[in-house]
């Protein structure tokens, strides 16, 4: 393990800035794992991310690296990729950060079909700057900006990014790790727009908020909310309310943007 530690993590930025109980430490493991398993060069890979408590954890791994401004995680990913098409580039962001601030990237990097790997670390709200809700906090939720409960519908990421033209999309929790693993080794061996929406907990601000008043209890909720995409595919959309939806939900191959980018390129060349 300490091998492990050594080879992907910069040791010497450790300890984290991360809450006890807080589940970016899991996701960023998990990530960890997967590119492990698929033996990725990790010379050849650039993480990126925007602001937020996930936006730190490329900060503690051993891999190139860049930490951008909010919501624009995407928006550099792209030229990355575009400079480099032989990196493989992966974003990990929040739920804020990726679906509000950085909501229009988010659309036109699916839409782009662009060989970038997206996991999401959605806690439900904006955690660094002291829960906000966000795009993702369930209707009826409380948060520092809805002491009422919360009014707005929040988003399905998974359904905007299929919609929007990603061509890998799934779901896994921070309580289902073997199985998030398997999701995001998928996602990065996928090429084109993959993305994955890691459901995560915020014990200090959603937790509190929302009376699970242990990181163990949101863990167990996230267990009993979730239900197996087969399993969800037999209830009606009422039965359905409040679950948390996993497993893959598309896959498909579809041209992918840089190559066509190249071809452009190519033809500028030629003259054509
Ligand atoms: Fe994690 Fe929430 Fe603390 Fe941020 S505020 S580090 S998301 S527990
Ligand atoms: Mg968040």
Redesign the pocket.
Known sequence: MRKELEKYFRTEKLPH???P??S?GILTGAVIRAIDNLKLDQKKICIVSGIG??SRAPGYMNFYTLHTTHGRALAFATGIKLANPDLKVIVLTGDGDCAAIGGNHFIHAARRNIDITTVVFN?N?Y??TSGQYSPMTPRGAYATTAPYGNIDRSFDLCKLAQSAGATYVARGTVYHIPQLIKLIEKALQHKGFSFVDAVSI?????GRKNKMASPVKMMEFIRDASIPIKSAEKLSKEELAGKIVIGEFYEEQAPEYTEEYAKVIEKVREGN
């Open positions: 800035i991360w809450c109980g807080c970016h408590c996930s806690n709200i955690g660094m915020c014990p200090t601000y959603f």
